[in-house]
């Protein structure tokens, strides 16, 4: 066994068997491996009555004493180990005494790592300090323990361990959340009647982190435990109640964008994802008003093409699946709209990459001016091909807006000298609409608009086929 950071049956245990009194913090357990080194250096075998004399009083409540066995006919384990003592503080923490108890009867493979550590100090009376994960413990987090070597008693090999909480599992998740660079807001839905007054209806504050009191310029101390419209600037203009019913009654994660005016004028950017919780949501608020103000920032952003500033690939391929699931269950339409750039490569190779950037940037900015409902996703799919999501809209619908890029395209007239279409910038399209019968996946859908894309570029390019759910196919000029 290599010290350090091992693993082992679902647990990772840190061990230290080397100068264990320089490395470790606790000042108890430097007491008790103290104690047993001078008690060692004096005999071959420490008794229990090395620490009599007031460190067991000081300690008990957070000491076991375990006498080794064989272990019962028919266990997956070699050894055993019985309980002779079970500090009152540990059962505090665990909810059970167990003195007089088996450490097997805590399963197969969590006391395989205990008794291994155990039975290895025995075999070479030496001390050994661990940390472990407490798998099951909902209070506990990690462990911290001192195994050592007793001198044997009543026939028995014995093992006094110093066993403690060394992180509390709410400390972590307090932690954790103090520590969020996002602003973060637990919220529970209240109905009307659960005693919140005149104005009962709404959302009630459970948690609030300092980010977000910093955020918004609040004490954090005025927020817990009051209704969140109340209490919170701004909360009205986010216009997030909704979204946050619906995640919290669809149980799916929804990310939303949402633009406020600061006091001094600025306009601030906020990306809101909203988390389904028992009862509630939880919002995460990260505040991109730098990353709007300044281009070469976006290209850090996660979900976003730096090119472009469209949805990047990701964001796509997480919407286009959410987007199905949703479509499957409510029965809302939705359609996909494929794009590619005709003779790209051509237009490349004559212009240069430079302009080649640019023809990409000028043909996403086309795209925005059409697609510009909130619930619309237009994203760079790769290379100058580019997807757009349009969910609660019918092809009918979708034809008008496509038609209506393809003719914004021939104003523009974006000079294109080696294209074998035009003398200008044109583009192919490609649409289907999500049937139920035949979409079992959001790869289905894409095939078929991907399809149709082909199906445009074959006939001609610079149009739009369609495949809908009654026809294969049909092209516009």
């Known amino acids: 066994m290599v010290e350090g950071v091992e693993t082992g049956f679902g647990s990772w245990h840190q061990v230290i068997r080397e100068d264990i009194e320089a490395r470790v913090v606790n000042p108890e357990i430097v007491a008790l491996h103290h104690r047993w080194m001078q008690a060692r250096a004096r005999q071959e075998a420490v008794p229990l009555s090395a620490f009599a004399d007031g460190l067991w009083h000081r300690l008990h409540g957070r000491l076991m004493l375990l006498r080794r066995e064989a272990a019962p006919e028919g266990s997956e384990l070699d050894d055993d180990f019985v309980y002779g003592h079970y500090g009152s503080e540990i059962c505090r923490h665990t909810g059970v005494d167990r003195t007089g108890g088996s450490l097997s009867e805590i399963g197969p493979d969590r006391a395989r790592l205990l008794i291994d550590l155990q039975v290895e100090v025995l075999r070479t009376n030496r001390p050994i300090y ?143 994802q909203i988390a389904p919780m028992i009862g509630g949501v939880l919002l995460s608020l990260s505040d991109e008003t ?9 290209r850090h952003l996660a979900t976003t093409d730096a090119l472009t500033t469209l949805s990047n690939r990701r964001m796509f391929d997480d919407h286009l699946r959410d987007g199905v699931d949703r479509a499957r269950l409510s029965g809302e339409p939705l359609v996909l709209v494929m794009a ?72 523009r007239r974006m000079p294109h000298a080696v294209s074998p279409v035009a003398p200008y910038v044109t583009a192919s399209f490609g649409a289907a609409a999500f049937d139920p019968e035949r979409d079992h996946d959001e790869l289905s859908l894409l095939r078929r608009a991907d399809s149709a894309l082909y199906q445009a570029k074959l006939s001609g390019r610079d149009r739009l086929c369609v495949v809908s759910n009654d026809e294969p196919g049909s092209g516009r000029n």
């Open 340 to 411: 590619d750039i005709d003779a790209f490569k051509a237009y490349n190779d004559h212009y240069g990459h430079s302009a080649g950037d640019d023809c990409l940037r000028q043909f996403a900015l086309q795209l925005k001016a059409i697609f510009i409902r909130q619930s619309d996703l237009v994203a760079r799919y790769g290379g100058e091909e580019f997807a757009v999501l349009l969910p609660g809209t019918g092809l009918e619908g979708v034809t008008v807006l496509v038609e209506r890029l393809i003719d914004l395209l021939h104003q």
């Open 130 to 272: 661990a940390v472990h994960v407490a798998d099951r413990g909902q209070a506990v987090f990690t462990w911290e323990r001192l195994v050592l070597p007793l001198a044997p008693g009543d026939g028995g090999e014995w093992v006094l361990v110093y066993c403690r909480p060394l992180q509390m599992r709410h400390d972590l998740y307090a932690d954790v959340v103090d520590a969020s660079g996002d602003a973060l807001l637990a919220l529970r839905h209240v109905e009307p009647g659960d005693g919140q007054g005149e104005d009962a209806g709404g959302w009630l504050v459970l948690m609030a982190n300092p980010r977000l009191a910093e955020l918004f310029e609040i004490s954090r101390e005025q927020l817990a435990g009051r209704l969140v419209h109340q209490v919170l600037p701004d909360w009205r203009l986010l216009h997030a109640e909704a979204d946050c019913q619906r995640v919290m009654q669809e149980g799916r994660i929804e990310r939303i964008t949402r633009v406020l005016m600061a006091a001094d004028g600025r306009l601030r950017y906020l990306q809101v």
């Open 290 to 298: 730098d990353l709007h103000e300044d281009r070469n920032r976006l």
